[in-house]
Protein backbone atom coordinates (compact mmCIF):
# COMPACT_ATOMS: atom_id res chain seq x y z
CA UNK A 1 0.00 0.00 0.00
CA UNK A 2 3.14 2.52 0.90
CA UNK A 3 4.53 1.75 -2.65
CA UNK A 4 1.12 2.29 -4.44
CA UNK A 5 0.62 5.75 -2.47
CA UNK A 6 4.32 6.84 -3.23
CA UNK A 7 4.30 6.02 -6.73
CA UNK A 8 0.81 7.46 -7.54
CA UNK A 9 0.92 10.61 -9.80
CA UNK A 10 -0.76 13.37 -7.46
CA UNK A 11 -1.59 17.07 -7.14
CA UNK A 12 -1.46 19.12 -4.29
CA UNK A 13 -4.57 21.23 -3.66
CA UNK A 14 -3.56 23.10 -0.31
CA UNK A 15 -0.51 24.26 0.73
CA UNK A 16 0.95 27.05 1.92
CA UNK A 17 4.55 27.90 0.86
CA UNK A 18 6.10 29.67 4.08
CA UNK A 19 4.54 26.67 5.82
CA UNK A 20 7.29 24.20 3.49
CA UNK A 21 9.87 26.00 5.68
CA UNK A 22 12.36 23.64 6.66
CA UNK A 23 14.63 24.56 9.70
CA UNK A 24 17.17 23.89 8.28
CA UNK A 25 16.80 26.01 5.55
CA UNK A 26 15.25 29.07 7.89
CA UNK A 27 18.79 29.23 9.80
CA UNK A 28 20.39 29.01 6.23
CA UNK A 29 18.72 32.42 5.39
CA UNK A 30 18.85 33.13 8.17
CA UNK A 31 22.35 33.49 8.32
CA UNK A 32 23.40 34.90 5.42
CA UNK A 33 20.53 37.76 5.90
CA UNK A 34 21.81 38.06 9.53
CA UNK A 35 18.65 38.16 11.37
CA UNK A 36 18.45 36.42 14.34
CA UNK A 37 15.96 33.49 14.91
CA UNK A 38 14.98 33.45 18.89
CA UNK A 39 16.01 29.84 19.02
CA UNK A 40 19.80 28.27 18.90
CA UNK A 41 19.27 25.19 17.19
CA UNK A 42 17.01 23.58 14.79
CA UNK A 43 16.23 21.30 17.71
CA UNK A 44 15.30 24.14 20.01
CA UNK A 45 13.33 25.32 16.98
CA UNK A 46 11.26 22.05 16.50
CA UNK A 47 10.75 21.47 20.18
CA UNK A 48 8.47 24.82 19.76
CA UNK A 49 6.24 22.78 17.16
CA UNK A 50 3.49 21.52 19.79
CA UNK A 51 0.12 23.57 19.09
CA UNK A 52 -3.30 23.76 21.21
CA UNK A 53 -4.94 25.50 18.46
CA UNK A 54 -4.23 27.32 15.07
CA UNK A 55 -3.33 30.61 16.47
CA UNK A 56 -0.53 28.84 18.59
CA UNK A 57 0.81 28.08 14.62
CA UNK A 58 0.03 30.74 13.00
CA UNK A 59 2.08 32.52 15.69
CA UNK A 60 5.60 30.60 15.01
CA UNK A 61 4.64 30.49 11.39
CA UNK A 62 4.77 33.97 11.04
CA UNK A 63 7.79 34.12 13.08
CA UNK A 64 9.92 32.01 10.46
CA UNK A 65 8.54 33.43 7.83
CA UNK A 66 10.03 36.53 9.03
CA UNK A 67 13.97 35.94 7.63
CA UNK A 68 12.85 36.00 4.16
CA UNK A 69 13.73 39.21 2.64
CA UNK A 70 15.39 38.84 -1.15
CA UNK A 71 13.76 37.20 -4.33
CA UNK A 72 16.54 34.86 -3.76
CA UNK A 73 15.35 33.42 -0.64
CA UNK A 74 11.79 33.13 -1.50
CA UNK A 75 13.48 31.15 -5.15
CA UNK A 76 15.11 28.82 -2.82
CA UNK A 77 11.90 27.95 -0.17
CA UNK A 78 9.64 27.51 -3.24
CA UNK A 79 12.80 25.23 -5.25
CA UNK A 80 13.16 23.10 -2.38
CA UNK A 81 8.98 22.53 -1.99
CA UNK A 82 9.36 20.97 -5.39
CA UNK A 83 12.02 19.19 -5.02
CA UNK A 84 9.82 17.31 -2.93
CA UNK A 85 6.89 17.21 -4.71
CA UNK A 86 9.36 15.78 -7.84
CA UNK A 87 10.16 13.01 -5.21
CA UNK A 88 6.89 12.06 -4.11
CA UNK A 89 5.57 12.14 -7.59
CA UNK A 90 3.62 15.38 -7.15
CA UNK A 91 2.60 16.28 -10.72
CA UNK A 92 0.89 19.10 -9.99
CA UNK A 93 0.88 21.41 -7.05
CA UNK A 94 -1.42 24.92 -6.24
CA UNK A 95 0.85 26.80 -4.02
CA UNK A 96 -0.67 29.06 -1.86
CA UNK A 97 1.57 32.65 -0.98
CA UNK A 98 0.61 34.83 2.35
CA UNK A 99 2.07 38.61 0.68
CA UNK A 100 1.01 40.81 3.58
CA UNK A 101 2.89 38.47 5.93
CA UNK A 102 5.86 39.91 3.54
CA UNK A 103 4.92 42.90 2.64
CA UNK A 104 3.96 44.57 6.28
CA UNK A 105 7.17 44.31 6.65
CA UNK A 106 8.89 46.07 3.69
CA UNK A 107 9.25 43.51 1.38
CA UNK A 108 7.82 44.26 -2.12
CA UNK A 109 4.99 42.46 -3.43
CA UNK A 110 7.42 41.77 -6.42
CA UNK A 111 10.34 40.69 -4.35
CA UNK A 112 7.85 37.71 -3.12
CA UNK A 113 6.06 36.97 -6.29
CA UNK A 114 9.31 37.00 -8.65
CA UNK A 115 11.07 34.67 -6.25
CA UNK A 116 8.04 31.97 -6.04
CA UNK A 117 6.79 32.07 -9.62
CA UNK A 118 10.56 31.96 -11.15
CA UNK A 119 10.99 28.50 -9.25
CA UNK A 120 7.99 27.39 -10.04
CA UNK A 121 8.97 28.25 -13.72
CA UNK A 122 12.43 26.38 -13.60
CA UNK A 123 10.27 23.23 -11.69
CA UNK A 124 8.21 23.46 -14.86
CA UNK A 125 10.99 22.88 -17.25
CA UNK A 126 13.86 20.56 -15.13
CA UNK A 127 11.66 18.64 -12.27
CA UNK A 128 8.39 18.18 -14.83
CA UNK A 129 6.28 19.64 -11.79
CA UNK A 130 3.55 21.78 -12.94
CA UNK A 131 2.28 24.59 -10.22
CA UNK A 132 -0.63 27.44 -10.16
CA UNK A 133 -0.24 30.47 -7.62
CA UNK A 134 -2.86 30.98 -5.11
CA UNK A 135 -2.34 34.67 -3.23
CA UNK A 136 -3.82 34.53 0.59
CA UNK A 137 -5.42 37.19 2.05
CA UNK A 138 -4.70 37.28 5.79
CA UNK A 139 -8.28 37.36 7.75
CA UNK A 140 -6.91 38.56 10.41
CA UNK A 141 -6.27 41.73 8.66
CA UNK A 142 -8.89 44.36 7.39
CA UNK A 143 -10.27 44.51 4.01
CA UNK A 144 -9.12 47.38 3.05
CA UNK A 145 -5.62 46.03 3.61
CA UNK A 146 -6.20 42.89 1.35
CA UNK A 147 -7.83 45.58 -1.42
CA UNK A 148 -4.33 46.93 -0.92
CA UNK A 149 -2.52 43.62 -1.60
CA UNK A 150 -5.33 43.34 -4.53
CA UNK A 151 -3.87 46.80 -6.05
CA UNK A 152 -0.17 45.40 -5.97
CA UNK A 153 -1.28 42.04 -7.73
CA UNK A 154 -2.16 43.37 -10.46
CA UNK A 155 0.46 44.35 -12.24
CA UNK A 156 1.32 40.46 -11.96
CA UNK A 157 -1.71 38.92 -12.58
CA UNK A 158 -0.81 36.83 -15.37
CA UNK A 159 1.74 34.68 -12.54
CA UNK A 160 -1.63 34.09 -10.14
CA UNK A 161 -4.81 32.46 -10.85
CA UNK A 162 -6.56 32.07 -7.58
CA UNK A 163 -6.97 33.87 -4.42
CA UNK A 164 -7.48 32.46 -1.00
CA UNK A 165 -8.45 33.37 2.70
CA UNK A 166 -6.48 32.13 5.73
CA UNK A 167 -5.04 33.09 9.08
CA UNK A 168 -7.24 33.15 12.51
CA UNK A 169 -10.16 31.99 11.45
CA UNK A 170 -12.87 32.26 14.38
CA UNK A 171 -14.21 36.19 14.48
CA UNK A 172 -12.43 36.53 10.90
CA UNK A 173 -15.81 35.39 9.14
CA UNK A 174 -15.34 35.19 5.09
CA UNK A 175 -18.30 37.83 4.96
CA UNK A 176 -15.53 40.62 6.24
CA UNK A 177 -13.89 40.04 2.88
CA UNK A 178 -17.14 40.00 0.23
CA UNK A 179 -16.18 43.30 -1.27
CA UNK A 180 -12.74 42.40 -1.99
CA UNK A 181 -13.67 39.24 -2.99
CA UNK A 182 -16.05 40.53 -5.63
CA UNK A 183 -12.97 43.14 -7.08
CA UNK A 184 -10.98 40.18 -7.38
CA UNK A 185 -13.36 38.01 -9.21
CA UNK A 186 -13.63 41.02 -11.52
CA UNK A 187 -9.61 41.37 -11.83
CA UNK A 188 -10.22 37.28 -12.86
CA UNK A 189 -8.86 35.42 -10.00
CA UNK A 190 -10.46 32.22 -9.23
CA UNK A 191 -12.10 32.77 -5.57
CA UNK A 192 -10.97 29.97 -2.48
CA UNK A 193 -10.83 30.31 1.23
CA UNK A 194 -10.30 28.37 4.40
CA UNK A 195 -13.55 27.53 5.96
CA UNK A 196 -14.96 25.31 8.29
CA UNK A 197 -11.42 24.35 10.41
CA UNK A 198 -11.90 25.91 13.52
CA UNK A 199 -15.17 28.00 12.33
CA UNK A 200 -18.52 26.67 12.33
CA UNK A 201 -20.58 25.19 9.64
CA UNK A 202 -21.94 29.00 9.21
CA UNK A 203 -18.42 29.52 7.96
CA UNK A 204 -18.30 27.73 5.15
CA UNK A 205 -22.16 28.97 3.73
CA UNK A 206 -20.60 32.26 3.45
CA UNK A 207 -17.84 31.24 1.90
CA UNK A 208 -20.17 29.90 -0.68
CA UNK A 209 -22.63 32.17 -0.75
CA UNK A 210 -20.89 35.50 0.07
CA UNK A 211 -17.78 34.45 -1.39
CA UNK A 212 -18.90 32.46 -4.48
CA UNK A 213 -15.69 30.14 -3.57
CA UNK A 214 -14.69 27.36 -6.03
CA UNK A 215 -13.13 24.95 -3.71
CA UNK A 216 -13.09 24.66 0.53
CA UNK A 217 -9.72 24.72 2.37
CA UNK A 218 -10.51 22.19 4.68
CA UNK A 219 -14.49 22.44 5.42
CA UNK A 220 -14.39 19.61 8.35
CA UNK A 221 -17.34 21.59 9.92
CA UNK A 222 -19.39 20.96 7.05
CA UNK A 223 -20.32 17.94 8.90
CA UNK A 224 -22.11 19.70 11.51
CA UNK A 225 -24.95 20.61 8.93
CA UNK A 226 -26.74 17.96 6.71
CA UNK A 227 -28.01 21.23 4.42
CA UNK A 228 -24.75 22.46 3.55
CA UNK A 229 -23.63 18.96 3.08
CA UNK A 230 -26.36 18.60 0.46
CA UNK A 231 -25.23 22.20 -0.85
CA UNK A 232 -21.73 21.29 -1.36
CA UNK A 233 -22.27 18.29 -3.59
CA UNK A 234 -25.24 19.59 -5.63
CA UNK A 235 -22.46 22.53 -6.66
CA UNK A 236 -19.76 20.35 -6.83
CA UNK A 237 -17.30 21.54 -4.97
CA UNK A 238 -14.36 19.83 -3.17
CA UNK A 239 -12.91 20.42 -0.03
CA UNK A 240 -9.09 20.16 0.09
CA UNK A 241 -8.61 18.04 3.53
CA UNK A 242 -4.94 18.03 5.29
CA UNK A 243 -5.13 14.97 7.89
CA UNK A 244 -1.95 15.54 9.81
CA UNK A 245 -2.83 19.56 10.14
CA UNK A 246 -6.11 18.46 11.79
CA UNK A 247 -4.37 16.77 14.24
CA UNK A 248 -1.17 18.83 15.31
CA UNK A 249 -3.80 21.97 15.19
CA UNK A 250 -6.04 19.70 17.66
CA UNK A 251 -8.75 20.15 15.33
CA UNK A 252 -9.03 16.11 15.38
CA UNK A 253 -7.75 14.74 18.61
CA UNK A 254 -6.99 11.32 16.68
CA UNK A 255 -6.31 10.36 13.16
CA UNK A 256 -8.62 7.32 14.05
CA UNK A 257 -11.38 9.55 14.34
CA UNK A 258 -10.97 12.03 11.49
CA UNK A 259 -13.86 12.76 9.20
CA UNK A 260 -12.15 11.97 5.92
CA UNK A 261 -13.86 8.29 5.20
CA UNK A 262 -17.45 9.65 6.54
CA UNK A 263 -17.11 12.61 4.25
CA UNK A 264 -16.13 10.47 1.46
CA UNK A 265 -19.13 8.25 2.19
CA UNK A 266 -21.55 10.69 2.42
CA UNK A 267 -20.61 11.87 -1.23
CA UNK A 268 -18.54 14.88 -0.38
CA UNK A 269 -14.72 15.34 -3.25
CA UNK A 270 -12.42 15.26 -0.96
CA UNK A 271 -8.63 15.56 -1.34
CA UNK A 272 -5.83 14.50 0.85
CA UNK A 273 -3.12 17.40 1.40
CA UNK A 274 -0.27 18.99 3.64
CA UNK A 275 -0.75 22.45 4.73
CA UNK A 276 2.29 22.96 6.17
CA UNK A 277 4.32 20.08 5.73
CA UNK A 278 7.13 21.57 7.58
CA UNK A 279 5.22 22.10 10.66
CA UNK A 280 2.87 19.30 11.11
CA UNK A 281 5.11 15.99 10.48
CA UNK A 282 4.70 15.14 6.95
CA UNK A 283 4.27 15.84 3.05
CA UNK A 284 1.29 15.31 1.10
CA UNK A 285 2.42 11.45 0.82
CA UNK A 286 2.91 10.65 4.31
CA UNK A 287 -0.58 12.45 4.88
CA UNK A 288 -2.05 9.60 2.44
CA UNK A 289 -0.09 6.94 4.07
CA UNK A 290 -1.20 8.31 7.38
CA UNK A 291 -5.25 8.44 6.95
CA UNK A 292 -4.92 5.36 4.94
CA UNK A 293 -3.55 3.52 7.90
CA UNK A 294 -5.62 5.42 10.48
CA UNK A 295 -9.11 4.68 8.34
CA UNK A 296 -8.10 1.44 6.89
CA UNK A 297 -8.67 3.27 3.34
CA UNK A 298 -8.79 1.07 0.37
CA UNK A 299 -7.16 1.36 -2.52
CA UNK A 300 -10.22 2.07 -4.22
CA UNK A 301 -10.55 5.07 -1.86
CA UNK A 302 -6.86 5.91 -2.19
CA UNK A 303 -7.58 6.16 -6.10
CA UNK A 304 -10.65 8.03 -5.81
CA UNK A 305 -8.86 11.20 -3.59
CA UNK A 306 -6.26 10.95 -5.74
CA UNK A 307 -8.12 10.93 -8.76
CA UNK A 308 -10.19 14.04 -7.02
CA UNK A 309 -6.71 15.95 -6.44
CA UNK A 310 -6.40 16.72 -10.51
CA UNK A 311 -10.19 16.63 -11.64
CA UNK A 312 -10.56 19.45 -8.67
CA UNK A 313 -7.44 21.01 -9.53
CA UNK A 314 -7.81 24.43 -11.23
CA UNK A 315 -5.92 23.47 -14.56
CA UNK A 316 -7.61 23.49 -17.70
CA UNK A 317 -9.26 20.45 -18.88
CA UNK A 318 -7.07 19.21 -21.44
CA UNK A 319 -4.03 19.61 -18.73
CA UNK A 320 -6.89 17.75 -16.33
CA UNK A 321 -7.01 14.93 -19.13
CA UNK A 322 -3.03 14.40 -19.86
CA UNK A 323 -2.58 14.11 -15.66
CA UNK A 324 -5.48 11.65 -15.37
CA UNK A 325 -4.51 9.31 -18.50
CA UNK A 326 -1.15 9.38 -16.74
CA UNK A 327 -2.85 8.10 -13.49
CA UNK A 328 -5.00 5.69 -14.94
CA UNK A 329 -2.07 4.04 -16.97
CA UNK A 330 -0.44 4.01 -13.60
CA UNK A 331 -3.03 2.17 -11.69
CA UNK A 332 -3.29 -0.67 -15.02
CA UNK A 333 -0.07 -1.50 -14.26
CA UNK A 334 -0.78 -2.19 -10.38
N1 LIG B 1 -5.34 27.65 8.47
C1 LIG B 1 -5.38 28.97 8.37
N2 LIG B 1 -4.36 29.69 7.99
C2 LIG B 1 -3.23 29.08 7.67
C3 LIG B 1 -3.11 27.71 7.75
C4 LIG B 1 -4.23 26.95 8.16
O1 LIG B 1 -4.24 25.70 8.26
N3 LIG B 1 -1.86 27.41 7.37
C5 LIG B 1 -1.25 28.57 7.05
N4 LIG B 1 -2.07 29.58 7.24
ZN1 LIG C 1 -4.20 25.97 5.04
New binding site residues.
Given amino acids: MIDFIEKLPKAELHL?I??TFEPELMFEIAKRNQIEIPFASVKELKKAYQFNC?QD??DI?YQGAQVLVYEQDFYDLTYAYLKKCAAQNVRHTEI?F?PQTHTERGVSFETVINGISLACQVAKEELEVSSILIM?YLRHLSEEKAFETLQQSIPFKDKITAIGL????KGNPPSKFKNVFEASIKAGFIPLA?AG?EGDADYIWEALDILKVARI??GNNALQDENLIREIIKRDIALTV?PL?NTA?QVVDDLKNHPLKKMMELGLKITVNS??PAYFGGQVNQNYIAIQKALQLSKKDIYELVKNSFQYSLLDNETKQKYLKELETYVATC
Avoid: P, Q
Avoid at 166 to 169: A, F, K, N, R, Y
Fill in positions: HEGLFLYMDSDSSEHEDHCSLDD
